[in-house]
């Protein structure tokens, strides 16, 4: 027996009311590429630290070979800016699988008896609005990364021409600013992480 498909307006407002819940584990389908990115998210915590690291021994303790550290320096940031484009890549990729797979659900339960779909939706209101919240913690790592990473790209853009004492010097108040930001962005994106464990099942 086939059901109608539940109103724009009644999915709208289970939606809104599964999203002041809890977290919900989400079918494997939806958040299997997820994995990738928990584990692209994991190495890059560590990066940042890395270049922190490295930031702040440039800019507290130079040494008269500072051509040595704004070396080591400009290496990291170079890491941690492919690091961020393949993590956009990952996340991308999984949102697009997630989306696929949510629209197949709704498809699936159209063929289905009206009791067998209407807790199917439910289900898949409450999988959704998990996922949302996963969403919201994603653009809430993007804004806190973005000006992190900025600022640390035109440190090093601005240090590959003047690799000097003096220039470590103009390039200082940049990469502080960065530095500043160090604590937001590592914990927005232990946030990201735990959202993703949530709809994992804590897998």
Same mark, same amino acid.
């Given at each position: 027996?086939? +059901?109608?498909?539940?109103?724009? #307006? $009644?999915? &709208?407002?289970?939606?809104?009311?599964?999203?002041?819940?809890?977290? /919900?584990?989400?079918?494997?389908?939806?958040? %299997?590429?997820?994995?990738?990115?928990?584990?692209? $998210?994991?190495?890059?915590?560590?990066?940042?630290?890395?270049?922190?690291? #490295?930031?702040?021994?440039? *800019?507290?303790?130079?040494? @008269?070979? *500072?051509? +040595? @550290?704004?070396?080591? !320096? =400009?290496?990291? /940031?170079?890491?941690?800016?492919?690091?961020?484009? @393949?993590?956009?890549? +990952?996340?991308?990729?999984?949102? +697009?699988?997630?989306?696929? !797979?949510?629209?197949?659900?709704?498809?699936?339960?159209?063929?289905?008896?009206?009791?067998?779909?209407?807790?199917?939706?439910?289900?898949?209101?409450?999988?959704?609005?998990?996922? %949302? =919240?996963?969403?919201?913690?994603?653009?809430? *790592?993007?804004?806190?990364?973005?000006?992190?990473?900025?600022?640390?790209?035109?440190?090093?853009?601005?240090?590959?021409?003047?690799?000097?004492?003096?220039?470590?010097?103009?390039?200082?108040?940049?990469?502080?600013? #960065?530095?500043? =930001?160090?604590?937001?962005? &590592?914990?927005?994106?232990?946030?990201?992480?735990?959202?993703?464990? #949530? *709809?994992? %099942? %804590?897998?």
């Amino acid at each position: 027996m086939r +059901t109608k498909r539940m109103a724009p #307006a $009644l999915w &709208l407002t289970a939606l809104l009311a599964a999203g002041c819940a809890a977290p /919900v584990e989400v079918p494997p389908q939806a958040v %299997g590429p997820l994995l990738s990115l928990r584990n692209g $998210l994991i190495d890059g915590r560590a990066q940042i630290q890395k270049t922190t690291g #490295a930031a702040r021994d440039l *800019v507290e303790h130079p040494r @008269q070979d *500072v051509q +040595t @550290q704004v070396s080591a !320096f =400009r290496s990291q /940031v170079d890491q941690l800016s492919r690091d961020a484009l @393949q993590a956009r890549e +990952t996340a991308a990729g999984a949102q +697009t699988r997630a989306d696929e !797979f949510f629209a197949s659900w709704d498809k699936d339960l159209q063929g289905m008896s009206a009791g067998m779909a209407e807790a199917g939706q439910q289900r898949r209101t409450e999988s959704m609005a998990s996922f %949302g =919240r996963l969403r919201e913690s994603l653009t809430a *790592v993007r804004t806190q990364f973005s000006p992190f990473l900025s600022d640390l790209q035109e440190a090093n853009k601005y240090l590959q021409s003047d690799a000097t004492a003096a220039g470590v010097k103009v390039a200082t108040p940049t990469i502080q600013k #960065a530095l500043g =930001r160090e604590k937001a962005v &590592l914990s927005s994106i232990d946030d990201l992480i735990g959202q993703i464990d #949530a *709809v994992r %099942g %804590g897998k």
